[in-house]
């Protein structure tokens, strides 16, 4: 039987798009793997897990992120356990930081994102593998005979 996976939401104006595709094809650069929409946003966030709080604090009190959400809606499947996830952050953020609203998903989705194109190549490879192991979708198979003709 398959992993639970669900539907994820990102709204992004065209500059969070821009952020997303970014992240995704640095990650698949990194990983030498086609992988995919919702496999970036599982390591984002698995990679976000490893900062420490103060970090991701000083991350969502960026001014960009108010210009990278947006009203266009666009979906990706993921591992439900990334929701698991993401919502351990907020509740951290929450916990070192009580006098702040806590961070709603979708700022939690950005920073994430934010940080693919930034973290060291180790620790991605390493969040890379944590979301494989907690259910992020498998990457295409690098069989050399699929580009045969």
Sequence with gaps: ??????????????????VLIDSHCHLIRATR??????????????YLNSMP???????L??????FLGGGAEHHVG???????IATSITERV????PEARQPTLGRIYIVALLQITKADQTAL???FDRALQSGARTPASRDTNDLAG
């Design 61 to 66: 009190k960026g001014q960009q992120l108010s």
């Design 125 to 127: 490879l390493r969040a």
């Design 33 to 46: 793997s086609l992988i995919a929409w919702g496999t970036t946003l599982h390591v984002a966030i698995e």
């Design 78 to 84: 993921a591992s439900c356990q990334l929701w698991d």
């Design 53 to 59: 709080t103060d970090e991701i604090i000083d991350q």
């Design 94 to 97: 929450q916990k070192d930081s």
């Design 1 to 18: 039987m398959g992993r639970a996976r669900r539907s994820f939401k990102l709204r992004l104006s065209p500059a969070g798009l821009d």
